[in-house]
């Protein structure tokens, strides 16, 4: 048994961390208020709406959902309630059960007014509830909402398709801005979007310096710093110039901590990583796997911060090699850009994995040098639980310890009996021969 | 040396009391509901007036169970995997796995070199208190669980209930009486649902070897149950006498280790 014990210690970057995320709610709030500003509800992942059009500020249901989800379960029994009794089933994704039932409510956690979306611009994903998202609040007032596709296929990677789809999806991008043009009277600035096309890049080098760093043992950092920061640049952002700068200094911090052996977890001895969202009403099984000196490294949910990644031959995580425009053809038109991004997103996404990349779970698990796995089986919502115990079994094969769990979805804990989540870890963890280090 | 083992389960507390590894005593009551803590101890004293003993004289003292935090005088306390995994090399050493399924939860334990686990398979929640369900529904029938016990397989099962669900098994048998089913064979309907549960469990990962599986809990003490998952798994289970010692026997034994 691993009696090492290692110095831990707070990040710095803490402050910095809470500052931007108070700058992203304070943005929606000031543009809430501000005469002739459009309020979407919308993705900022692979492409930020706002950057296009000025005046345009986007709120993403996921972090609003999971927040409600993870502060108030009293509020976020609310939420669920009142958008159960407009018809939405339970099946329904927790994130959009608070965050619309919080409009149906007409007030928010904080008590302040709901604000308001003038269009819907719900992100595609193979989940897939996404699209389903922006028809609540279009139900309760005639505003526009679209939703391009997210073409799938099963079977071999078949680059034909693979194209078709690819340009289907731009097609999509490109007719939903012709709309907002005409409807809203707002011209998109392409300039401005070709221009933000290196951003994103710049960021993930950043976030993968701090995957790669996070392979060490003893980890630096683990997923509950992961899930406090993954979100600045994808799901909330604010300025990009400051979202780089403090991803590149949490890099720095992150090295710092492995240069001087700074653990997440002192009595780490036990490595985990999960699947998908955690229930965010019940975040402190982290902390109690602490207690058998268990640190869980992340999934690949909550790297995907670091953009598409794999393996390489060298055992280190490497960015897939991004497909480029043919030498020569320059990033003209604001289709060039749209096709540049979902050429280099389409296929890389994990939830895309399980039938064009099967091997990239193990391969996280191999590279991230796990001993378990933790993966729940949500009865809606996130990934729907997509092929989780098929993923499982591949995990289980290579000889790493799984544990399944059950709840209703990250955002939504109806169905999550905490006592059992518990009483399931200390199974896992006894069973492996692993007793607590602390009551 | 003696030791004991307390296993505190959902509705039964056993307790068996080991001295130089030989079964000094055992004992077994109705624990369930509030107070149980009270309960555990009036047991823990009958026990050792069985065994001709004084609290001095045990060693240690190992609980396990769902309710193992209420066994105030336990040295030690061991998850009912490990506690079953215990029993089932103390009783069959060529065993490879272990089914422990009582009144609430229900393990499928894949042993490893000596007393390792390699996996353990845990019911999920839609298959929680199978032996529970049993019990509820023998008093709604108004048999005993011995004349559950001896039903017969059932015949073209015309009138099956929900094997996804114990509550739903539960209401679905209360339908089939309302419209005159037999009750003994709304009884055999609910065994054939609950079967249904557990085969699924030992199909999670790792399957169960045919002749090397060990079955303890309370539900090995049920012929209906253990002859039908036998004929629907292929698994001919070693069952020991005394099933629903296994949790409280395997804890005793990890107390002699101690």
Redesign the interface.
Known sequence: MNKQRWETRPLEIWGKAKELRAQWQRSINEAAERPGAMLAHGNTGEFDWSIGFDDLTVIEDNPVGAMMASKSDAFSRKCRLASEVRGWGREICGYVQNCWGSQFLGYEMDDGAFPFRDMSIPFPDPCDQHLKRGQQCMDLSPIPRWGADYPMYLGPLDPKREQAFIDHTVYCYLQIIDDIERIFDHKFDDEKMIGSLNILPALREQALRISRLMTHTPAPIGQKELYSFYTLGLLTKVDPKETLDFWTSFADEVQWRVDNHIAAVATERFRWMEAHPSPWNFLKYFRYMEKYGAVCIGSQYSHIISGPIELGEDGQFHHIQRKKPPEGQEIRTREDAFRHIFTEARGYRFKDDEYCRKWTITDFAKGFHVDGAIMPLWRGGVGCTLTRKEQGLRLSEMGVHVLHYEGSQPGDRTDLDERRFLDQLDTWMESLGLEKLEA | MITAGVDVGLMNTKIVILRDKEVAAQRTKQSGGGGRGETVKEIWQDALKDAGIKPKDISKVVATG?GKKDVSFADKT?????AA?RAARFLYPESTSVVDAGADMT?V?TLGEGN??R??V?N??CMNGLGLVIEVMADRLGLTLDEISALAPAQGKTNPVNDGCPVFAELDALGLLNIGVDRREVAGAVTDAVVVRLSSILND??RPQKDTTVFIGGLAKNLAVTERLKERSGIHFLIPENAEYGGALGAAVIATDM
């Open positions: 769902t061991v998850v009912e995997a490990v995994a393990h334990v390792t686990i996996e353990v845990m999920q929640k990962k790792i």
